[in-house]
């Protein structure tokens, strides 16, 4: 068992979501980072796909019941246990003994930091997901101090080695102005050449307004060229909506099924990460991908 002591800023039970259910209104949610969690159960030696927990900016102090295998993948942080405050790697497997308390520090950079423990965190899952959909509701609660959670049993395995695979693992959440690359949206007719061509030519910075659901950006306004309203459409992950004032929504794992303002363009799947790890005050850039 886990014990939660502080759950930090905001720390949720994250597995690879619920997808195919969109149909029926059910959003994919699962981790916002999709990358590290897959690293971070790699490392604890569980399926790629087990439950964790993803930690936004840090924060989180828990204590284990019993010895367990740990790893944290995501945004760098100070991580330590037992009274000794021993410090423990990221990208690593590390032990911890029971009773033993770990303490996750505010991350160097980036958003995200994802805890696996191996056996995975064996909350009941709902609609075949243990994931927290932050903007339906459905899954576990956020974390909360008190909650104890369960931890499945360890199906062996082990780490990965360290090498090709680890190369780069961080680089999501590397310093500079990351690169997104996008596709034309569905609704890409909606808005002028030059317009388009703004979007890609624009640095645009990541508001505090940010969550799971979608990276609010800033920047110069997006103008419509077709004037009038959109039904309800279907939206994906990576979507880039573009609202009536003109600052286009990057659409991350929490996002609606369906919206009625236009999709300008698409973020392809392997750059998610790089939203999700980009702090406020972060700029970012669209690539047209070739």
């Known amino acids: 068992m886990i014990e939660v002591l502080s759950p930090g800023p905001l720390s949720t039970v994250q597995d690879l979501g619920r997808p195919g259910l969109a149909a029926l209104g059910v959003g994919v949610s699962g981790a916002a980072d999709r990358r590290s969690l897959r690293l971070a159960n790699r490392l604890a030696g569980n399926p790629e796909g087990a439950a964790a927990i993803e930690l936004t900016l840090g924060g989180l102090r828990v204590r284990f019941a019993r010895d367990v295998r740990v790893a944290l993948a995501g945004a760098p942080c100070e991580v330590v246990a037992g009274v000794r405050r ?54 576990p609660a956020r974390l909360a101090r008190g909650d104890v959670l369960p931890i499945g049993s360890a199906a062996g395995g ?7 695979e680890l190369a780069g693992a961080f680089d999501v959440v590397a310093g500079g102005e990351p690169s997104l690359r996008i596709t034309p949206g569905p609704r890409a007719d909606w808005f002028a050449d030059e317009v388009r061509a703004r979007l890609a ?70 750059d998610i990460p790089l939203a999700a790890q980009a702090r406020p005050g972060t700029r970012l850039r669209f690539v047209n991908r070739r």
């Open 86 to 139: 021993r410090l423990l790697a990221m990208d690593t497997a590390e032990r911890v003994a029971s009773g033993e308390e770990l303490r996750v520090g505010s991350p160097s950079a980036g958003v995200r930091t994802y805890l696996a423990v191996a056996g995975g965190i064996a909350v009941e899952p709902v609609l075949g997901s243990r994931s927290t959909d932050t903007l339906a509701g459905l899954g």
């Open 158 to 164: 082990g780490p990965p080695a360290a090498g090709a």
């Open 201 to 270: 030519a624009t640095p645009w910075t990541v508001t505090p307004r940010s969550d799971r659901v979608g990276v609010r950006l800033e920047g110069p306004a997006l103008e419509r060229a077709v004037e009038g309203e959109l039904p309800p459409e279907g939206m994906v992950e990576g979507a880039l909506q573009v609202p009536p004032d003109g600052r286009p929504v990057l659409f991350l794992a929490d996002h609606p099924v369906t919206g009625g303002y236009p999709v300008i363009a698409i973020v392809v799947a392997d």
